[in-house]
């Protein structure tokens, strides 16, 4: 019924990080945020938890 995800929360005012399992329902399509980059950057991006979210904070894509 359901997908297991990461969910990453953050500031970027106070650098504070949280992550945890949420669950997706199977229906659901995500975004994926880093569909429109070239694959090394992409890679280099999801080998590194630090680099990503610096890289999402940047685009704004997930912003609340
Ligand atoms: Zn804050």
Not at 31 to 41: C, N
């Amino acid at each position: 019924m359901y997908e297991r995800c990461v969910g990453l929360a953050w500031c970027s005012g106070c650098r504070v990080y949280a992550a945890n399992m949420v669950h997706i329902p199977r229906a659901q399509r995500l975004v994926d945020a880093l569909a429109t980059l070239p694959p090394e950057h992409r890679e280099r991006l999801l080998r590194s938890e630090t680099q990503l979210i610096e890289h999402l904070d940047k685009t704004r894509a997930w912003g609340v």
